[in-house]
């Protein structure tokens, strides 16, 4: 049977396969406001954000809430957090838009795994016990990802 990809519409934690690490944000217990998207970091096992798996046109987008926030021009609002990156392979969460470095390929392992792919880099999610970026892609561990609901 071939390895299902997350649900949309549904939440997970994301798990490293190398570190059993999870994508969260620094402060991820608390509300905090930021002006600039604040980086992700990996935090420890049942510690990361919980993410929304949201489909786009091509790939998909992972939402998440909670912790991260932003203050509105208009009035100060939670716009909550989408997965991000960029060309110098930073990993951040950043307000909602519709833009191709908010987009990610998924590529399973055959193990319950997938490898994370920003459509607008090709380059994949990695990542090591300390921090969290992008690379090209490999088969390494680093590499892999699990979703927990």
């Known amino acids: 049977m071939a390895q299902q990809p ?13 570190t059993g690490r999870e994508l969260a944000t620094p402060n991820r217990g608390g509300p905090g406001f930021w002006t600039d998207a604040p980086h992700v970091v990996p935090a420890g096992e049942g510690e990361g954000v919980l993410w929304e798996v949201e489909d786009a046109d091509i790939g998909y987008r ?13 009035g100060g609002q939670n716009l909550g957090g ?6 110098d392979r930073q990993v951040y969460a950043h307000s909602a838009n519709e833009g191709a470095y908010q987009k ?16 607008a880099t090709g380059l994949a999610l990695d990542g090591t016990p300390e921090d969290i970026y992008t690379m090209a892609p490999n088969d ?6 699990r979703f927990i609901p």
């Open 6 to 18: 997350p649900e949309i519409g549904r939440e997970y934690r994301i798990q490293s396969k190398a």
């Open 62 to 74: 992972f939402k998440t809430g909670g912790p991260f926030r932003w203050e509105d021009m208009e």
């Open 82 to 87: 989408r997965l991000d990156s960029n060309a």
């Open 104 to 119: 990610w390929r998924l590529f399973p392992d055959g193990e319950g795994y997938w490898q994370l792919v920003n459509v």
């Open 140 to 145: 390494g561990a680093y590499q892999r990802w």
